[in-house]
């Protein structure tokens, strides 16, 4: 979905995200044993919106999980994510053209852990709009 790759670009992009994940952003599950922090975003919908005499728009929501090992290390990068994220709209581009991206709102968020894999997960939901 271009939705996925303009959140992948837009994360991957911006420095104070890859100084900490490197190139660990994935759509939808992280690779196994992949080293701590990284990310995993994930299109929970994906809704068209045609407007009348206008360019048509899809409206997206993603989840945006920070994985790491320590609950301030998952909570950092959620503040950089927010920040590469929220209130943004930029033109990406990617293999087969250009995404545009209208707005993106940053809807929620709550942290979790796994006692058994000993992580915490910053989980922030987003809305979208990208124009097609």
Not at 62 to 87: H, I, M, P, Q, T
């Amino acid at each position: 979905m271009k939705v996925g790759l303009a959140c992948y670009k837009l994360l991957s992009e911006r420095a104070a995200v890859s100084d900490l994940v490197d190139t660990r952003i994935y759509p939808e599950l992280a690779a196994e044993g992949a080293q701590m922090p990284y990310i995993v975003y994930s299109v929970v919908s994906n809704s068209p919106s045609d407007t009348k005499g206008g360019t048509p728009i899809d409206e997206a929501e993603l989840e945006v999980f920070s994985v790491a090992r320590s609950y301030s290390a998952a909570n950092d990068l959620a503040d950089k994510v927010r920040a590469a994220l929220d209130r943004q709209n930029a033109t990406v581009s990617v293999a087969d053209g250009d995404i545009t991206v209208q707005s993106i709102q940053y809807t929620n968020e709550v942290t979790e852990v796994s006692e058994d894999r000993k992580t915490y997960v910053s989980v922030q939901d987003y809305t979208f709009r990208i124009t097609r």
